[in-house]
């Protein structure tokens, strides 16, 4: 299974930016698809996670200004994100979790900056 991600960036404070991260491969439909962030000195989070079926999990910090979603068929997920902040600086991680495997993207450089 691959995943390649793309859509990072600089931004703006309030501006936005699309991600995208299509995974290819052995792929079946029990799967979670989202984003993780890591910014320097910090670890890891999960910003957002969404099942095949559509259930959606977000960090608190970006509730009501990121969204997440997936086209099942094309096995990419997306996240939407508005009104960013300087502190959503950070390489964004996308992942797909199959049972006990989980698979990772390449980072992709978000940046939110005057």
């Known amino acids: 299974v691959q995943l390649q991600a793309s859509g990072g960036g600089l931004v703006q404070p309030g501006g936005s930016l699309r991600l995208s991260c299509a995974a290819s491969?052995?792929?079946?439909?029990?799967?979670?698809m989202g984003w993780y962030r890591q910014a320097p000195g910090k670890q890891r989070e999960l910003v957002a996670a969404?099942?095949?079926?559509?259930?959606?999990n977000y960090v608190d910090s970006v509730k009501g200004r990121f969204t997440i979603s997936r086209d099942n068929a094309k096995n990419t997920v997306y996240l939407q994100m508005n009104s960013l902040k300087p502190e959503d600086t950070a390489v964004y991680y996308c992942?797909?979790?199959?049972?006990?495997?989980?698979?990772w993207g390449q980072g992709t450089q978000v940046t939110v900056s005057s």
């Open positions: 992942y797909l979790g199959m049972g006990a495997d989980n698979y």
């Open positions: 491969g052995s792929i079946f439909s029990r799967n979670v």
């Open positions: 969404i099942t095949y079926g559509g259930i959606t």
